[in-house]
């Protein structure tokens, strides 16, 4: 069985590592689990090859020149297309999630909808402030005075799962503003966004799957010309965080937006071949059947406090800790065939 054979890659894997049996035993069952970027040995050189933090503290340019390169940057992806990011303004953004923040401020008489499968972080933060929100399952339920969070490609397969033009045409004659959180495009193939609706409130990109700098906040957010809120002010008054800003533009100037799909392009229809696996359209991810559901989002849904029913999410599976170990995972996998 194909699970079988994810297993014995997983084993030999964390065994390579150091780790004892009970360790390994443990491990496994996480193996799979969560979305990490992948620490390539390319990428993990220019982490250390960072300017001092000194020399982006004090330049005054740091913030408006990774804004002014993101859109050009982003825009030249060979696996993807993304259509009338020109018509908007951008500012930094401390990951995707200050953009979220920001579009809850701004429509926060309003209840946010999502399809289920979502990113958790939006179903936690309305569960404690207690604030309303609620899932859908067709675009057609949302109707005015709603406000719509939608990842693309969506969070729970990493695929394009719905017609955009049809949600957001929708969306256009109910007057409800869209949140399109892009954070996967970087890590995607075969995606096409057009954002000349006018519906298309927020647009954010992250740099947290696609580069080994999570921890440091990287993003960025584009918004109608002429709006303003606290994010926007502080980008004006170029009173922002220069650090992120400096990592981002290294890594940017460093790495094409599409970088990771096509060093792992192979190696990811590979995996999912062997493993019997429905391909996603982001490089890190795949979809299992239900004989996968061991490798759940039940640890994430753990991890975030919600109580949800996991065996309704799709059973994603990450393969990160195989890139970063290619060639014992494709070994294994030769050996096995």
């Given amino acids: 069985m194909s699970i079988e054979l994810a297993k014995k890659v997983a084993w030999t894997i964390l065994l390579q590592k150091g780790n ?17 970027p992948i620490c390539d040995k390319e990428m993990l050189d220019e982490v250390k090859a960072l300017p001092p933090i000194h020399t982006m503290i004090h330049n005054h340019t740091m913030i408006p020149t990774f804004e002014d390169k993101f859109a050009d940057w982003i825009s030249e992806n060979m696996f993807n297309n993304i259509k009338g990011l020109e018509n908007y303004q951008p500012d930094i953004s401390q990951g995707a999630t200050q953009s979220f923040d920001s579009f809850y401020i701004k429509h ?16 936690v933060v309305r569960q404690k402030l207690n604030m309303p929100y609620d899932f859908i399952t067709s675009y057609d339920e949302l109707q005015e005075g709603d406000a719509l969070v939608l990842s693309v490609p969506f969070c729970d397969t990493g695929n394009l799962d719905f017609d955009l033009d049809k949600i957001f045409k929708h969306c256009d004659m109910m007057n409800i503003p869209v949140l399109l959180d892009c954070a996967y495009f970087p890590i995607a193939y075969n995606i096409e966004i057009d954002l000349n609706y006018e519906c298309i409130d927020t647009v954010c990109f992250s740099l947290s799957k696609l580069f080994p700098i999570a921890h440091a906040r990287v993003g960025m957010r584009y918004t109608k010309k002429g709006f303003e809120d606290g994010q926007k ?10 650090i992120s800003a400096g990592i981002g533009l290294h890594f940017i100037n460093k790495f094409r937006s599409d970088y990771v799909v096509e060093k792992y392009i192979l190696a990811h229809k590979k995996f999912v071949k062997a493993f019997g696996l429905k391909p996603s359209n982001t490089i890190l991810f795949a979809d299992g059947d239900d004989t996968w559901i061991e490798y759940g989002r039940h640890d994430i849904l753990k991890a975030y406090g919600l109580e949800d029913d996991w065996k309704q999410y799709h059973n994603r599976l990450c393969f990160t800790e195989l890139y970063e170990n290619l060639s014992i995972a494709e070994e294994v996998i030769n050996v096995y065939n």
Avoid: C, P, W
């Fill in 233 to 242: 002010l502080h980008s004006n008054i170029n009173y922002d965080n220069r």
């Fill in 108 to 123: 926060g008489h309003k209840k946010i909808k999502m399809f289920f499968g979502e990113y958790l972080y939006h179903i």
């Fill in 20 to 36: 004892d049996f009970n360790q390994t035993r443990h491990q496994v069952k996480g193996f799979y689990a969560r979305g990490r």
